[in-house]
């Protein structure tokens, strides 16, 4: 979890209800009603019990009983602010009891709740209500009289806001709630910038007390009827989430398989991407991933490409229009030339702090060369040649003269072991982007490459008598940092060049074979996924986000890197704990959670401050699912190269509304690993 959203200096004040109405207090993951636990003023508040319903730039975040309290991050939100922050129900003078709280949708959370009605002989509840609030900010309360007779309910719903920043929110830093003013058929209140937020209601209510900020209904239902409450929650004008846009940035895929678990996966991931994106502010009709949320919806370039490269088995717009927003990024000033910008963020125990800029930079031209690959169009590939180059043209720069790469740090330059790894793929698929594009360098880079293959099998190696493994890091003098650490999986991603092949990496044979024992062994697989840090390594902890958590997007890269390089029994290890943590994270899977060992009958356990969905943790569904069909595409040649896994290990797939060549593509695997295209463009020739 890296906390790029605005944390403004807001001093911390409790709201005050206008009306005393105080529910039984509830425990973070419990039904019923009542106010969940918030965070202290400049902590994070817990998310890993709420129900975060997302379509950006709205989000509405709520506790399982469905009453938002004003507590921790509980609201409705708006481009960055709490448009609602209570929203409490109540019906015949009581807070109807919660028997079901869950996610419909990526952007739907829906609650199910009873009351007794004052006459009722029993203990068996007689008015049913139903919840339906939408990220977009409406909600739907529907009442139902499941009584013999008709009956007059009285309705009243307490509203208030604080219109925080979001920042404020997430930091455990809101403001005092704000007065409300009668405004239609609801209410209204402003904040001292002169924002807005407007609650309409229909029916409208019979009366709306401002000064308690309540609305209240009388609504007469007959037996086995319903009657319904509209909200509208707005900042005065429309909001056109940019996923609910109609823009096909993400194909409708489809997975089909013996295990259904791979079609539930994918089906929550996409729903969770769309609901991730979000326009660029430069350039409105250019769409890109944020990074995830509650926390994490600011500019984060390394993890927008990631996302966007392990989505191009969906088509290529996504990685187009990610690509010119990050471009728009790079720098030209004096000691920036080339490089994104991007922060700091923790890497563990045993390294400096990482600059996610040099991610993004070295990402930039290995994305571009595989879109090219998977059918991106002549003319977005000419226009983004030049920030290509530039990344190029920074990366020469920053290599020492050992060719390779050192990252500047408050410790002094440090060569991380992923670092090189970036760095290899973006000077191999670079000098390839090149040569397609008829431009000069991809000799250079090449020959920069094969240094950087020596240099790191001379200096990062280090033999032990378990067969060695990769230093994590070399320091400033050279000196080697051995924890064994997930990280290790980017050393196996070499990514794709002409004619369906994988380009060279770092390791050689023996080596590759020895990061295979590595990953598949008990230090770091959890038995639900990759620990970013061994079990066994100073430091670790289970809850440590780059200290031995288990993030998802690298246990998805060591799934398909273990694939491709053959070792398909420690692969599928990996991607049957994946699984099995995705069902038990209801397949919206959060950018990490804890490394906890594995146990009989036990569930992977959350982390309370894990995005929640995340971009790179949704967009690995469709990496490890495009991973087990062996998908290879040459678009420009025309060519597809299948190499699916043999060993099948959740049985028969079937992969339909991916694109090669800007054309339907569906590809089945059988259950003895033998894939067969269903559907290609035409002239698409199957290669080897």
Request: net charge neutral; proline share 9%; aromatic share 4%.
């Amino acid at each position: 979890m890296d906390l790029t959203v605005p944390t403004p200096a807001i001093h911390h004040s409790a709201s005050a209800p206008a009306r005393a109405h105080r529910g039984h207090t509830g425990q973070p993951s419990g039904l019923g009603h009542g106010p969940s636990p918030g965070a202290r003023p400049g902590e994070l508040a817990p998310v890993h019990h709420t129900l975060v319903a997302v379509a950006l730039p709205a989000l509405a975040v709520s506790a399982e009983h469905g009453q938002l309290t004003g507590h921790g991050l509980e609201g409705v939100y708006q481009s960055g602010r709490r448009l609602l922050s209570r929203c409490r129900l109540r019906v015949f003078g009581r807070e109807p009891l919660t028997v079901q709280g869950r996610l419909a949708s990526a952007g739907q959370a829906r609650f199910m709740a009873v009351v007794r009605t004052p006459a009722d002989p029993g203990p068996d509840p007689g008015v049913v209500v139903e919840r339906s609030r939408d990220a977009d900010g409406s909600e739907r309360i529907t009442l139902r009289n499941t009584t013999g007779r008709p009956l007059r309910i009285p309705v009243e719903l307490a509203l208030g806001t604080d219109l925080a920043p979001l920042g404020a929110a997430v930091s455990g830093r809101p403001g005092p709630e704000l007065p409300a003013t009668v405004h239609g058929s609801g209410l209204r209140w402003t904040a001292p910038d002169g924002v807005q937020a407007l609650v309409t209601a229909d029916p409208p209510p019979m009366d709306a007390l401002a000064s308690a900020g309540l609305l209240c209904w009388e609504l007469d239902i007959a037996p086995g009827a319903a009657r319904a409450i509209e909200l509208s929650v707005h900042a005065g004008r429309p909001l056109r989430p940019a996923g609910r846009a109609g823009v096909p940035h993400l194909q409708e895929a489809r997975a089909e398989a013996d295990d259904p678990r791979a079609g539930r996966l994918l089906a929550a991931a996409l729903d969770d991407l769309r609901g991730l994106l979000v326009r660029d502010p430069a350039q409105p009709s250019d769409l890109h991933l944020t990074a995830g949320v509650p926390w994490r919806t600011g500019p984060a370039p390394a993890e927008a490409l990631w996302a966007a490269r392990m989505l191009l088995p969906l088509g290529t717009r996504l990685a187009a229009d990610t690509l010119r927003v990050v471009a728009r990024t790079l720098g030209t000033g004096p000691g920036r030339s080339g490089r994104v910008p991007g922060p700091l963020r923790d890497a563990g125990p045993h390294l400096p702090p990482a600059c996610t800029g040099v991610e993004a930079t070295l990402a930039f031209p290995a994305v571009l060369a595989e879109a090219r690959l998977w059918g991106l169009a002549e003319q977005e590939l000419t226009a983004l040649m030049p920030a290509a180059e530039l990344c190029l043209d920074w990366l020469r720069t920053a290599l020492d003269g050992d060719g390779l790469v050192a990252e500047p740090g408050p410790a002094g330059p440090v060569r991380r072991a992923e670092t090189q790894a970036h760095a290899h793929r973006a000077a191999l698929l670079g000098a390839a982007l090149l040569e397609a594009c008829d431009r000069p360098g991809a000799d250079e880079w090449r020959d920069r490459a094969r240094d950087m293959r020596r240099r790191f099998r001379d200096d990062f190696w280090l033999d032990d008598r378990a067969g060695g493994r990769p230093a994590a890091a070399l320091t400033e003098e050279g000196r080697p940092l051995p924890h064994l650490g997930g990280a290790m999986a980017h050393l196996l991603d070499t990514g794709l060049v002409a004619a369906g092949c994988h380009a060279d990496g770092l390791l050689d044979r023996v080596r590759t074979e020895q990061v295979a024992r590595l990953l598949g062994g008990p230090a770091l697989d959890s038995g639900w996924g990759l620990r970013s840090l061994g079990a066994r390594e100073p430091g670790h902890s289970p809850f440590g986000h780059r200290a031995g958590a288990v993030r998802v997007h690298e246990t998805a890269l060591a799934v398909s890197g273990l694939f491709a390089a053959g070792y398909e029994k420690e692969a599928s290890g990996l991607l049957g704990g994946l699984l099995d943590a995705a069902e038990a994270f209801a397949y919206r899977m959060p950018e990490m959670f804890a490394g906890e060992q594995r146990t009989e009958g036990a569930l992977p356990v959350p982390h309370p401050s894990a995005c929640r969905p995340a971009a790179v943790a949704a967009a690995a569904a469709v990496h490890v699912l495009t991973a087990l069909t062996g998908v290879r595409p040459d678009a420009p040649a025309r060519t597809v190269a299948l190499h699916p896994v043999r060993c099948a290990p959740l049985g028969a797939i079937r992969l339909s509304g991916l694109s090669v060549a800007g054309e339907p593509f569906a590809v089945r695997v059988s259950r003895l690993g033998l894939g067969i295209v269903e559907e290609a463009a035409a002239g698409l020739q199957l290669g080897v």
